[in-house]
């Protein structure tokens, strides 16, 4: 059975200052690997995802994360946090040949001033 | 850009009752999804589904509940008699391709209270 795990429920980190979220799973396989982002009272949103290819992979708004198949870890990062960074955000993974995604327990990131 | 919708954002019920959440997945998309977050706790699989037929369900996903696509647009969830632990936020999603990497695109939620 694939899970994930995020390191960290809540993060706080200074506007300018880099944003690291911790993401592990465990798979038989290796998985496809998603980072989704929850704005307050909003949907869970695509930051961006690793299928196959190139390791590092760029998402929206200035997001990044690095798929480690040696570390089982796909951890997102931001160079310069925005205070519009503020969110709750999801690490999730699927099988290749599944539907169903499981999810991380959450991070919360704040930002402050 | 298209969205998923869901109708109600906020449901409260009476233990027992039947609730119908609803959801509106995007217009291209063939695969269909329901999620819950029971609160404090991580988003789970219920069940996917595609050309009218489940076709993967987690082991949450038991009798009291079904699913249903009605019409060419709206797709339901249904808890037959709902219980305090139903309590939670549902989430719809719809993806066009079932494959592990296509993306599923998530609506805003309806959180469920059974009182």
């Known amino acids: 059975a694939q899970s994930v795990t995020q390191l960290g429920s809540h993060v706080s980190v200074s506007e300018g200052a880099l944003v690291l979220l911790r993401c592990n799973y465990s798979s038989s396989v290796p998985p496809y690997l998603f980072w989704y982002v929850q704005y307050p009272n909003q949907g869970l949103q695509l930051l961006l995802k690793y299928t196959t290819g190139a390791t590092l992979v760029k998402g929206i708004n200035g997001f990044e994360a690095e798929f480690k198949k040696s570390e089982t870890s796909f951890h997102l990062t931001k160079p310069s946090a925005h205070m519009s960074d503020a969110a709750e955000y999801f690490c999730a993974v699927k099988k290749a040949a599944g539907n169903k995604l499981t999810f991380g327990g959450g991070t919360r990131v704040l930002v402050k001033p | 850009e298209p969205e998923v919708t869901q109708t109600p954002s906020h449901q409260v019920t009476q233990m027992g009752q039947e609730v119908i959440l609803r959801c509106v997945p995007i217009?291209?998309?063939?695969?269909f999804y329901w999620y819950r977050q029971i609160l404090g706790q991580k988003v789970e699989f219920l069940v996917s589904f595609y050309n009218n037929e489940i076709s993967e369900k987690s082991e949450i996903f038991d009798d009291q509940f079904s699913v249903e696509r009605p019409d060419g647009s709206n797709f339901t969830l249904k808890i037959r008699s709902t219980k305090l632990e139903d309590s939670a936020m549902y989430f719809c999603?719809?993806?066009?391709?079932?494959?592990?990497?296509?993306?599923?695109?998530f609506g805003p939620g309806t959180r469920l209270t059974v009182l």
């Open positions: 999603a719809s993806s066009v391709e079932r494959e592990g990497k296509d993306t599923q695109y």
């Open positions: 217009s291209n998309h063939l695969y």
